[in-house]
């Protein structure tokens, strides 16, 4: 599987703080849809993870509550009441913008440091 862009990290962190996350299952961010996630097969139902055989943030939010990627609580709570789609929307999907400007609007310290080291983790997990 490839890697997501870095913002997958942050709806991620998102989904755990805003309680999103089921054992085997995550809310999106509007409540419209809900993702099923199998951690131990790195597969979920969301559109990213089936269609493009990339990490989408369902699979990411999951392993972060299972404690498998690291999670940061300051940054998830920052974020948990972000629509995603919206943003998504606004900006196009140029994930890169959306980034830059999650950055500054919640004035996200350590943001770039915190999502290399996740990506870093999910690295060998998706090459299974």
């Known amino acids: 599987m490839y890697l997501p862009h870095k913002i997958k990290v942050l709806e991620a962190a998102a989904a755990v ?3 999103r996350v089921k054992q085997n299952e995550v809310v999106s961010s509007d ?3 809900v993702y ?3 951690a131990d ?3 979920s139902s969301d559109p990213l ?3 493009h055989n990339t990490v989408g943030y369902p699979l ?3 392993l972060m ?3 498998v990627l690291p999670y940061n609580a300051s940054i998830g709570e920052k974020l948990k009441n972000v629509v995603w789609s919206e943003l998504n929307k606004r900006f196009k999907r140029d994930y890169d913008a959306v980034y830059n400007y999650v950055k500054q609007k919640y004035k996200l310290q350590g943001v770039d440091q915190y999502v290399e080291r ?3 983790a999910l690295g060998p997990l998706a090459q299974k």
Do not use: Y
């Open 65 to 67: 509550s299972k404690g």
């Open 118 to 120: 996740v990506l870093d």
């Open 36 to 38: 099923k996630v199998n």
């Open 17 to 19: 703080a805003a309680g």
């Open 31 to 33: 409540g419209s849809k």
């Open 60 to 62: 990411i939010a999951v």
């Open 49 to 51: 993870t089936r269609f």
């Open 41 to 43: 097969k790195m597969w």
